[in-house]
């Protein structure tokens, strides 16, 4: 009776889905931070937390209880309003982005048609936050943390988009459900190899993780746009970053691994839509962490140079493969043939410039000399 | 390009091998032989006394004057059960102060002192400094009940020299062997 009202009620019922999701976000932050440390740490040869509760697990409460009754520090020269609202510049858009994201077929609070747009957009607008953190902070290397953040958000902003268009233009809706529904039998992995690829690294750039955490780098920055936050406001910005991780690890999932119709087809009762969905997530998260794990960072030339000069014109290269395709009615396979014969060459080019900045090999011709060029 | 894949694949390999770390204070690792803790008091079990006479040379080497040590006659000499006429009577050691720098085992003519190359020789956190200001028990009580089982006796500079302090025991095993022999 009282579900229906609520139901029927569509603010009503917005609201207490959202509710729900505001409620399982922190919860979730404190579990999967718990998890990554322990995860880390195995791939270090170390055990992780271990001394709060049986391996560790409390080790997430007990950082929150830390964080939350910690005093909230202000630099006396900061900018007042500019510094205490960066945290939620940064986080109210990504629990925003929440909102058009489904977790399965039924579990979701609202499906827009135009959700991957509003999504990608509201993904965007972290990097306001960065530059309000650093401006803020009246510190010179949260200037310099949060220069580098605008910097590489926006310039991998454009590749992470472009792959997304191009799911969106093979699946010729913006409706994330929609896209998912097409994927019944074959995921779009399997079209846009070079699209996922893109994806998943600029995903890693989005993320500032490793490799591409330049802006928060400790060992030169101190921490970046962070280096003045204590307490709640900065466990803000955690919350910020793991949430957005885990949102383009679902986003991943969703748009390129077929979400939580393949490999099983779209008739799976709920639990195995779930559990579908949260072994393509963690596969994602664990990529990221492995990731951390083992590379070294990148410099900032490095960063822009494989931005702008390798992984754009790849991106630009798949919604070319697919307008190819699309507009003179080719099969399906060539789409995926000519998708893998791109990532081929993305992939060479890589490893090309790794070997170029390498200290051994010196690049003869005067445009590889080029500070800072990858091709 | 594959520098990222062989950087994976080491990580990958490296979380399942068996961490590396040792939860101290509840598993220990075990000390070198050699270790150097601070210095304590060795037991003479065959007499039941202690070894040092309280001569004092530790105290007037000791670099950072962390020790006081007083002499008394030996009551056991008058029974008759010892060959020692003088005793160590009162013997206070500043952990605070020690350097560790393992002299007074150097100049010690009775071997009666050495560093504590246990665990406990080097977990001494006291909420009183004056806490830290070791007296005669607290300083034969490791030795005294058998905790100390393996004392490094030799002193470390020499041990470094190549030198070995001649051993009675083995001396006499050798006296034996030789006479077995023959």
């Known amino acids: 009776m009282i579900l229906g009202l609520i139901v029927d009620n569509v603010v009503l019922d917005a609201l207490i889905r959202l509710g729900v999701i505001m409620l399982l976000v922190p919860v979730y932050m404190v579990i999967i931070t718990w998890a990554e440390r322990k995860v880390i740490g195995r791939l270090h040869m170390r055990l992780g937390p271990m001394r709060v509760g049986p391996y560790g697990l409390l080790q997430g409460l007990a950082d929150t209880i830390k964080l939350m009754t910690k005093e909230d520090l202000r630099p006396t020269t900061a900018d007042r309003w500019v510094f205490e609202l960066a945290p939620f510049a940064i986080v109210v858009p990504i629990i925003m982005a929440l909102v058009a994201l489904p977790f399965t077929a039924d579990i979701l609070i609202r499906n827009l048609t135009l959700g991957l747009f509003y999504i990608v957009a509201l993904q965007g607008l972290s990097i306001v936050g960065f530059v309000m953190a650093g401006f803020g902070s009246d510190n010179k290397y949260a200037l310099i943390g949060g220069v580098r953040a605008a910097a590489q958000l926006i310039s991998y902003e454009v590749p992470f988009i472009l792959s997304i268009l191009a799911v969106a233009m093979v699946a010729s809706t913006l409706d994330i459900s929609a896209i998912v529904g097409l994927q019944g039998s074959t995921p779009l992995i399997a079209y846009l190899p070079l699209a996922f690829v893109i994806f998943v690294i600029a995903g890693l750039a989005e993320l500032y993780r490793q490799p591409f955490d330049i802006p928060v780098a400790e060992s030169e920055v101190v921490g970046g746009p962070f280096v003045e936050y204590s307490g709640i406001r900065w466990s803000m910005f955690q919350l910020g970053e793991f949430v957005s991780m885990v949102l383009i690890s679902i986003l991943g999932s969703l748009i390129f691994l077929g979400g939580w119709q393949w490999p099983l087809g779209g008739d799976v009762p709920v639990v195995g839509q779930m559990a579908l969905m949260a072994v393509k997530t963690t596969g994602f998260i664990l990529f990221f962490m492995l990731m951390r794990a083992s590379l070294p960072r990148l410099r900032v030339d490095q960063l822009m140079a494989y931005c702008w000069q390798l992984l754009l014109p790849f991106a630009f290269l798949q919604i070319i493969i697919n307008g190819l395709v699309l507009a003179y009615d080719w099969p399906n396979w060539t789409m995926t043939v000519m998708s893998l014969a791109a990532l081929g060459a993305l992939l060479y080019l890589t490893n090309r410039a790794a070997r170029q900045s390498g200290v051994t090999y010196q690049p003869s011709t005067a445009s590889a000399q080029r500070v800072g060029s990858v091709l | ?182």
Request: glycine fraction near 6%; proline fraction near 5%; include cysteine.
């Open chain 2, 1 to 182: 390009m594959l520098g990222i894949l062989k950087a994976a694949a080491t990580t990958i390999r490296a979380a399942f091998r068996r961490p590396v770390t040792v939860q101290y204070p509840n598993e220990k690792k075990e000390l070198p032989h050699r270790s150097r803790g601070f210095p304590v008091l060795l037991w003479d079990f065959e007499k039941d006394e202690s070894f040092c006479t309280g001569c004092q040379v530790c105290a007037r080497y000791c670099p950072v004057d962390c020790m006081t040590v007083t002499m008394k006659d030996n009551p056991k000499k008058a029974e008759g059960k010892s060959t020692r006429k003088k005793i160590v009577d009162k013997f206070y050691i500043d952990y605070a102060r020690c350097m560790r720098c393992d002299i007074c085992v150097e100049v010690c003519n009775f071997d009666a002192i050495v560093m504590n190359n246990t665990w406990e020789g080097v977990e001494l956190s006291r909420y009183d400094r004056q806490d830290l200001v070791m007296d005669l028990p607290a300083l034969q009580r490791q030795s005294q009940s058998g905790e100390l089982k393996d004392p490094f006796r030799e002193p470390m500079g020499v041990a470094h020299s190549g030198w070995t302090p001649k051993h009675e025991e083995e001396e006499e095993e050798a006296a034996k062997k030789e006479g077995g022999e023959k």
